[in-house]
């Protein structure tokens, strides 16, 4: 029986500021089709509120987010489902590069597959210092569709590709140098640092940084069909299947 806990808690800490806390740390914040419904309707939320400009995303516990839950997988019986949680991913992702706030992710631990999509989808990023990224994908017969093309434009084809192909985990220090983030800070830091530039972006006229946001965010639309339409192939195939397999019997 699916968990019917809030994947998602909402404050407003700061004056025009919203903090947005994935609240599974027993899943070490694991994305699971609640949590793309949840995310896709907080944006629209926080979105159509104007007392809100900016926006920190966070994890409850010790990660950010592990990315998606593989359990859930076990629900997608063909491609058309492969299809619809592709079009979810896609939809929960776009919420947040399309919602009129600005959007600082805060990543407090690791940020894995899903997790690393997320901080993509996010205008900027706060690092701690003990935070780890990866695209895990691939090491379960996946690509990551949506974050792959965001990589790309952020820290350039050569990374992107290692990043998406190696599977390999880098530090806090070393997405700083590649300007996947653009601060690190102490572990107990990293949501007041976020919060305070949260804080400093609500503070000036909104019309000017909603539009920079949407015109920063033009030129990935054609991209997306492919990586969509290649992940839900990937999503029907046994070596995916056995993958998946293997991780839940650990």
């Not at 590649?178 to 305070?196: C, I, S």
Request: net charge negative; with cysteine; hydrophobic share 50%.
């Amino acid at each position: 029986m699916s968990d019917p806990a809030p994947r998602l808690q909402v404050g407003r800490p700061r004056p025009g500021v919203a903090l947005v806390t994935m609240d599974r740390p027993d899943k070490r914040n694991a994305m699971d089709p609640r949590f793309f419904h949840e995310l896709i309707a907080v944006m629209g939320q926080l979105g159509a509120d104007p007392a809100v400009r900016a926006c920190v995303i966070t994890g409850a516990g010790p990660a950010f987010s592990a990315g998606g839950d593989l359990a859930s997988f076990a629900e997608l019986h063909d491609t058309a489902d492969h299809r619809r949680q592709l079009s979810l991913v896609f939809d929960a992702f776009g919420s947040v590069e399309r919602a009129g706030a600005v959007v600082v992710a805060a990543v407090n631990g690791v940020a894995y597959a899903g997790g690393l999509e997320l901080v993509l989808a996010c205008d900027l990023a706060v690092a701690a210092a003990g935070a780890r990224f990866a695209f895990k994908e691939v090491a379960v017969g996946l690509m990551p569709a949506f974050g792959m093309l965001r990589a790309r434009q952020r820290i350039g084809e050569g990374w992107a590709r290692h990043l998406v192909l190696s599977a390999d985990d880098i530090d806090a220090h070393q997405a700083e140098r590649l300007g996947l983030v653009q601060q690190v800070v102490p572990d107990d830091e990293v949501v007041e640092v976020a919060l305070g530039l949260a804080e400093r972006i609500a503070a000036h006229p909104p019309l000017g940084p909603a539009v920079a946001k949407q015109v920063l965010s033009m030129g990935l639309d054609a991209g997306d069909v492919a990586a969509r339409e290649a992940t839900a192939m990937l999503f029907a195939t046994e070596e995916h299947r056995a993958a998946v397999e293997r991780f839940l019997a650990r």
